[in-house]
């Protein structure tokens, strides 16, 4: 089965800093990976999703991550964190392309943006 | 912009009670997710329907826990009776892949949850 570990479950930056989130993945198959961002009391938002095109992937917000099969990671990057960013951040993969769809998520970090 | 529609928001229950959460999906999504976020874990999905039929509710305590789409709309998630263990964040996700099935690239859009305490 599919699994993410995320390194940290906190993590600290000062606004301005670079964010850096880890994720790293376990799949015997190619894998489709995720970041999502949760802010709280709220849902879910799709953040940037790696589906086997580009290796850097683009996201919202001035976010973005690199999928790196040798190190078999996808960590999620920001070169500049402002306030608003602090949330909890779930990396997740996609099992394979058996007629649906099934989301495993990490345990999250909880990204800390002091002034 | 449209959004998954979660009702109640939060609810508060005693064990051995009944309770039921409500869940309207993007229109013309025919994919619909369950999921239960335990307080400092990621989600754990629930159940998955494609259209009105369950497609996978292998983590769905059946004991217990129920889930119909009758319509292939909207959604229902009952838990019948409640435990001091099922206090959690209840997710309600859709997705909308080519030709109405699930792919695994597919975009989760999620709504904005129930909070369960169970007293």
């Known amino acids: 089965a599919q699994s993410v570990t995320q390194l940290g479950s906190h993590v600290s930056v000062s606004e301005g800093a670079l964010v850096l989130l880890r994720c790293n993945y376990s799949?015997?198959?190619?894998?489709?990976l995720f970041w999502y961002v949760q802010y709280p009391n709220q849902g879910l938002q799709l953040l940037l999703k790696?589906?086997?095109?580009?290796?850097l992937v683009k996201g919202i917000n001035g976010f973005e991550a690199e999928f790196k099969k040798s190190e078999t990671s996808f960590h999620l990057t920001k070169p500049s964190a402002h306030m608003s960013d602090a949330a909890e951040y779930f990396c997740?993969?996609?099992?394979?392309?058996?007629?649906?769809?099934?989301?495993?998520f990490g345990t999250g970090t909880r990204l800390l943006v002091s002034p | 912009e449209a959004e998954v529609a979660q009702s109640p928001r939060y609810k508060i229950t005693e064990k051995s009670q009944a309770v039921a959460f409500w869940c309207d999906p993007i229109?013309?999504?025919?994919?619909l997710y369950w999921y239960r976020q335990i307080l400092g874990q990621g989600p754990e999905l629930l159940v998955q329907?494609?259209?009105?039929?369950?497609?996978?509710d292998s983590q769905l305590p059946k004991d217990r826990f129920s889930a119909e789409r009758l319509k292939g709309v909207d959604s229902t998630l009952k838990i019948q009776p409640a435990e001091l263990g099922d206090s959690a964040m209840y997710l309600c996700?859709?997705?909308?892949?080519?030709?109405?099935?699930?792919?695994?690239?597919?975009?989760?859009?999620f709504g904005p949850g129930t909070r369960l305490t169970v007293l």
């Open positions: 996700a859709s997705s909308h892949g080519p030709s109405g099935r699930a792919l695994s690239t597919d975009t989760q859009y």
């Open positions: 799949s015997s198959v190619p894998p489709y």
């Open positions: 790696y589906t086997s095109a580009a290796t």
């Open positions: 997740a993969v996609s099992e394979g392309d058996t007629g649906f769809q099934k989301l495993v």
């Open positions: 229109s013309g999504h025919a994919t």
């Open positions: 329907f494609q259209d009105e039929s369950v497609v996978d």
